[in-house]
C-alpha cells in the first residue's frame, strides 16, 4: 500500500506551525492523531486499534502486538519518505516490517532499562506535555475529558495512548541525557579540520593477480591432490522431486455466480456509507504574538496584508514574505484539508461562511493572528452503479472465495490427516494432483518458488526422513498439499566430471599464493630499508607516484586509500603497508610527505562543523547504548 504522504507532510507542517512551542516525538503521535481525521481514505484503520491482538515479540517481560507493530510501520514508513525525499518513494512491505519490528525491540529494550533506572514518567508529566497542544485544552488548561475524547474517536483507548505519550517521554529523557553529554572541544575541532584537509604523498607498485594467474602452470597430481582435499567444492545440488495440489482462493472465483439483486444490494449499501462530507483544502499566513509583536499590532499587520491582496498582490507571495509558519510558507502557506472537524474551532467557525477563492481577516489565537484563504472545495459524489457494478461483483467474490478457502483448508487438513495418500485426496477435493520433476532450492519451478515450501523440502532433515503429506500455506488465499516423492542429498561429484573447475580452483590458489609471496619479498625488503624504486626495478614492476593525495580522491578505491591514511606518520622511513583490492590485485605503497593545510575558516562554519561532530558523536554514543541494552534484554520473536 502507497500512503498518501504528500498530504500528511503538509498537513503536518501547518499544524506543527500553530502549535510552534511542542517539540520531539510526542508532538508527532499529537499531531498524528489529529490528522487521522481526514486520512481515513488512505487505509489507515488499523491506526488506533484496540482490539486485543496477537503479541509481536516479547522483550523481558515486555509484550509488544501487532497494534504496537501496525503505528510503527506508519511511522516508519513517514520516516523513510523524509529521508530519500521522494514523494512516490514505496518500500517493500516485509521489509517495512522487519525495520519495524526491530525498532520497537530496541525501544522496548531501552524503556526496560530506564524502568531499571528509576526513571518514571508519570501522568501529571504526560499531562503537562499535552497541554502545549491546543487541542488539548481548555479555558487555557489541560482538559481530560478532551483528552479521552479525542482518543476515543479515533477508536483509541485513551489509557492505552497515554502509555505510548509516557513512553515516549521516556525515550526523550534518555536520549538527551544520554546526547546531552556529548560535546568536543575546540582543539578537537581544530584536530578534525586539520586531518580533513591533510594530504599525502605517496609511491606505489601493483602486481596485478590476472598477469600472475595466467602465467601459473598445473601439474595433474596437483589438481587431483586439491581436488580430493576440497571435496566440499565439487557437491551435487540437493534434488527434489514432489507431487502437489495447488490450493488457491482465487480459482475458486471462477465457479461462483453473482446474481443481480446481490449487486443492486451491496451498491445500496455503498451509498448508505458514503461519506458525502464536503472536504475543503486551506492556505494561511500566520503573524505570531509574541514579544516583538502584541495582539493589536498583529492584527493591524494581518488587515494591512488583507488590503495589498485586496489591491492585487498575491497571497503566496505575500505568505513566503509575511507568514512565520516556517513548515508552510514555501508551500503558499498550504494546511490541508478539512471535513469542518480538522482545525481549531477559530479556524473551523471562519471556514465555513467563505466561498473558494476567498480570503478571511485577522483570525485570532492564543498566541497568533492568521490569514485563511479557501483554494478548494471538493463534494464528494458517488460513483453510479454501472460504474462501481464491476468492482462490486469483483469483492463479492473475493470475499466469497476466501470463505469458501477457508473452508477448503480445513477439508484439506482433515482429510491429510486421515487419508494420508495425495491421489485419494485429489480425488475427495476433486482437485488436479500436478507433479515436479527432481529441482533444486534455487532452480524451483514458480508456482513452487516460495520460501516456506523449500524450506520444507530442503532444510527440514525430519520431513524427508518420515515424509508424510503437509500442507503448507505461503500467503493469503494460497496453500500447497506436498508429496515427497523422492529426495536426493548432497553427492560428491567425480574428478572426471569436475576437473576443469577443479583445474581452475587450484590454479587461482596457486596464483594467490605466488601473488602472497611476492608481497611478503616486497614488504621484508621495505622493513629492511631497500630503495622503493629498487625493490620496484628487481620485481620488474612500474613505481608510480601520486602527490596531494586527498582523502575523497578517486585515483584509488576507498578502502586503499583509507589504509594509506591510517599509515603512522611519526617515522617517515618505515611508513608502508599493502591492500588488496576488489579485482584482486595487490597494491604495496610507501609513505613519503605529510601535507597540512590549514585553511582559514569563519567562525560560522567554525560553529556549524562543531555541531555536526558533535551529532555525529551523539548519533555513535546512543547507537552502541542501544546495541548494549538489546544484547542485554532477553528477546523473543513470535512474528
Known sequence: MIY?????????????GIRKSLDGIVVKMIVGIIIIAFVGSIGWSVFFSSTDVNVVAVVDDQEINI?????????????????????????????????????LIRKASI??????????????????????????????????????????????????????????????????????GAFITDKEIQENLRLAEQTRDIDFIRFNFNDILAKTITKPEGIKDFYESNTKLFLTKKLAKIRYIDLSAQSLQKDIEINEKDLQDEYALYLENFDNSIRKTVSHLMINIDEDTNEEQAVSLANDIVQKINDGSSFIDLVKEY???????????????????????????????????????????????????????????????EDKK??????????????????????ASDLTFSL?????????????????????????????????????????????????????????????????????????????????????????????????????????????????????MDQGTELTSY????????????????????LPRANLAVAHGTSVVENGDAIIYKLKSVNEKQSAITQEDKVAFRDFITGERKISELSELQLVSQQAAKVIRKY
Open 390 to 411: 464491476d468492482a462490486i461483483l469483483s469483492n463479492i467474490k473475493e470475499d466469497l472465495a476466501n470463505d469458501q478457502f477457508v473452508g477448503l483448508l480445513d477439508q
Open 111 to 180: 524503556l526496560n532499562f530506564v524502568s531499571k533506572s528509576s526513571l518514571v514518567v508519570n501522568d501529571n508529566v504526560a499531562y503537562q506535555e499535552l497541554s502545549k497542544d491546543e487541542s488539548f485544552r481548555e479555558d487555557g488548561k489541560f482538559s481530560l475529558t478532551k483528552f479521552e475524547a479525542m482518543a476515543r474517536s479515533q477508536g483509541y483507548i485513551p489509557s492505552t495512548y497515554l502509555k505510548r505519550v509516557k513512553d515516549d517521554i521516556a525515550l526523550g529523557f534518555w536520549r538527551e541525557g544520554i546526547g546531552g
Open 323 to 385: 507568514s512565520e509558519d516556517e513548515g508552510t510558507k514555501d508551500m503558499g502557506g498550504e494546511l490541508g484539508i478539512t471535513d469542518g472537524s480538522v482545525f481549531p474551532p477559530e479556524f473551523e467557525q471562519v471556514i465555513a461562511t467563505l466561498n473558494e477563492g476567498e480570503l478571511s481577516g485577522p483570525v485570532e489565537l492564543e498566541e497568533s493572528v492568521h490569514l485563511l484563504m479557501l483554494t478548494n472545495i471538493q463534494e464528494p459524489v458517488p460513483d453510479t452503479y
Open 547 to 566: 602527490k596531494d593525495l586527498s582523502r575523497n580522491t578517486s585515483l584509488l578505491s576507498s578502502s586503499v586509500v583509507f589504509d594509506i591514511f591510517n
Open 420 to 536: 494420508n495418500e495425495i491421489d485419494s485426496i485429489g480425488k475427495e477435493l476433486n482437485l488436479l494432483i500436478q507433479s515436479a520433476n527432481y529441482f533444486s532450492q534455487d532452480k524451483a519451478p514458480e508456482d513452487l518458488n516460495k520460501t516456506e515450501i523449500l524450506e520444507l523440502l530442503f532444510e527440514n532433515e525430519e520431513f524427508r526422513n518420515n515424509p508424510t503429506l503437509e500442507i503448507v500455506e505461503t500467503g493469503e488465499g494460497r496453500a500447497f498439499i506436498i508429496s515427497l516423492d523422492d529426495y536426493k542429498p548432497e553427492n560428491i561429484k567425480s574428478f572426471e566430471e569436475v576437473e576443469q573447475e577443479a583445474t581452475n580452483y587450484y590454479k587461482a590458489e596457486l596464483a594467490q599464493l605466488k601473488l602472497d609471496q611476492l608481497v611478503a619479498t616486497v614488504i621484508d625488503s621495505l622493513n629492511q630499508g631497500s630503495e622503493f624504486s629498487s625493490i620496484s
Open 4 to 16: 498518501n504522504l504528500t498530504l500528511i507532510k503538509k498537513s503536518m507542517a501547518g499544524i506543527q
Open 67 to 103: 497494534n504496537d507493530l501496525n503505528y510503527e510501520m506508519r511511522v516508519q514508513d513517514y520516516y523513510f519518505q523524509e529521508r530519500f525525499g521522494d514523494q512516490d518513494f514505496e518500500i517493500d512491505e516485509e521489509m517495512l516490517q522487519e525495520v519495524s519490528i526491530e525498532s
